[in-house]
Every structure is written in structure tokens, then in C-alpha cells.
């Protein structure tokens, strides 16, 4: 299992920790989300010195969800830093749209959006994935929906979300339809309630989900991740999680979640 970390997941932790909890525990690369305040050159000097490569970077920006003219720009700023660090995958979240008509009107505008990224990408050599976003309004989530967008940009690939594709599809049946798309994985956990509790979010599957750390949640991983074959568990798998309660450190967290994801090969 090549795990990977997700930045994100330390939230404001300085880059410098973050690549280092990744070293202690034994990740294999990382997957920049955003860039945490630096240049795209500086966070790929300090992994290039812990000897962590950087396997992909996923882009944070807001023109495109906002409705800007410039969404564009925004896009071949996130591609020149990727080129910079070296990402093979760069990877845009499709959400929701802020002036959304309807899902299936957000897929459309996605798709053009997708088809002029990914002309730009392909040039570039890097590699342009989509992922299911897991929100009650997200556009994409199940595997037929990726599909539509799929099917009508052929170079376009999928990072695979087991854990936002159980809000609204089976992670297993939509895993078997995608697999072929599939360059890299995100991994995750979640509490999951028929009725509301505090800080659950309403899915589109009807149910309640809550953050959880991998390993403690409701979430069949394991089962998930026995489904892959061995090309497949060559590619990177970002555990997205971390400790919801603020009690435990980042470093105890990442040795916990990556012990309990490399038994999943047991």
C-alpha cells in the first residue's frame, strides 16, 4: 500500500511538519492541497530535502464555483504548480456551483470545464482528475454521474473517494464501474445516523454522516480496498481523516490510521 499524505488533513500545521509527519510515518509521497501560504517552489524544496515525493496536488480555488470569468486563469495557475513540484495528478473538486440551477445543470458546465482542463493538462503532461464531492448538493458523487462527465472528456481520470461515494452510491459497485479511470485513491471515515446528531451532515442518500477517524467510524474499508488488484494498490491512497476531537496529536493519529490501513492487505 503506497499511502500518501493529504496536507489538508493538518490543517495549519507549517509544511515543514506535515512532511515530516508523513516521513515518521512511512508515507510514500503527499498530495498538496492548496499550498498552505507558500510558492509551489518552496513546498517542493522542503519535501525535496525530506526525500518525499509529491504525488499530486489538488487545486483550491473559487472562480469557477463562484461564477468568475476568470476560472480559467485560476486553472493554469493551479497547473503551472503542479508542473513546478513535479505532481503528476492534479486533481479539481467538482462542487457544487454557487448559483446553481440544478445537478444536472452543474455536470454540463462542469463537463466544458473538464474538456478545456484537460486539453491544457495533457499538453503539460500532468494527468486531470475528477472526484465524487460528497455534499447534498454536490453534482458528481456516484459513479454514473462521473461516468456522464467521462464519456465526453476521454483524458480525464478519477481519484477515487470511497467515503464521498457512500453518501449517495455503493463504494463497492461504483468502484467496479470506475476502475478503469482510476489513478489515485482517498479514503474515509464516517459516523452514519438514520436521524440528525450534532455536527452530522444530511448526504443525498437521506442518512446523517459525521466525521471519523479511519478505523472508528461505520465505513466497510477494508472490504472496499480488498476489491483492488495488485496494479491497482500501486497507485497513491490519501488517508483523508484526522482526530475530529482535537485530543490527539497528528503524528499518533497518522501511525494509528496508517497500522490500521496497511492491515487491510491481511
Not at 503551472?80 to 467538482?94: F, I, N
Not at 457544487?96 to 440551477?101: D, G, P, S, V
Request: with cysteine; proline share 3%; charged share 25%.
Amino acid at each position: 500500500m503506497k499511502i500518501c499524505m493529504m496536507s489538508l488533513m493538518m490543517d495549519d500545521a507549517p509544511v515543514e511538519q506535515i512532511v515530516s509527519t508523513a516521513v515518521a510515518c512511512k508515507m510514500e509521497a503527499i498530495d498538496w492541497i492548496g499550498l498552505h501560504g507558500k510558492k509551489a517552489c518552496e513546498l517542493k524544496k522542503v519535501c525535496d530535502d525530506a526525500g518525499l515525493p509529491i504525488a499530486a496536488h489538488t487545486m483550491i480555488k473559487w472562480e469557477f464555483i463562484n461564477g468568475c470569468a476568470n476560472y480559467m486563469d485560476s486553472f493554469k495557475s493551479s497547473l503551472d504548480d503542479a508542473c513546478v513540484m513535479g505532481a503528476k495528478v492534479l486533481m479539481l473538486p467538482p462542487f457544487a456551483r454557487k448559483e446553481q440551477i440544478s445537478l444536472a445543470d452543474d455536470r454540463k458546465r462542469y463537463t466544458e470545464y473538464f474538456a478545456a482542463a484537460c486539453e491544457l493538462a495533457k499538453k503539460a503532461g500532468v494527468q486531470l482528475t475528477l472526484e465524487s464531492t460528497g455534499f447534498v448538493n454536490s453534482p458528481i458523487t456516484t459513479a454514473d454521474e462521473c461516468l456522464e462527465i467521462l464519456r465526453q472528456v476521454p483524458d480525464l481520470r478519477v481519484t477515487f473517494d470511497q467515503g464521498n461515494v457512500a453518501t449517495a452510491d455503493d463504494p463497492l459497485t461504483a468502484f467496479a464501474k470506475l476502475r478503469d479511470y482510476v489513478v489515485h485513491f482517498h479514503v474515509k471515515d464516517w459516523y452514519v445516523s438514520d436521524t440528525a446528531t450534532p455536527g452530522a451532515d444530511l448526504k443525498r442518500c437521506g442518512k446523517y454522516y459525521t466525521d471519523a477517524t479511519i478505523g472508528e467510524g461505520d465505513m466497510d474499508i477494508r472490504s472496499f480496498w480488498q476489491m483492488t488488484n495488485a496494479k491497482e494498490r500501486e497507485l497513491f491512497v490519501n488517508p483523508e481523516t484526522k482526530d475530529y476531537t482535537g485530543k490527539r496529536s497528528a503524528l499518533d493519529i497518522f501511525k494509528q490510521v496508517c497500522a490500521e490501513m496497511r492491515s487491510w492487505e491481511n
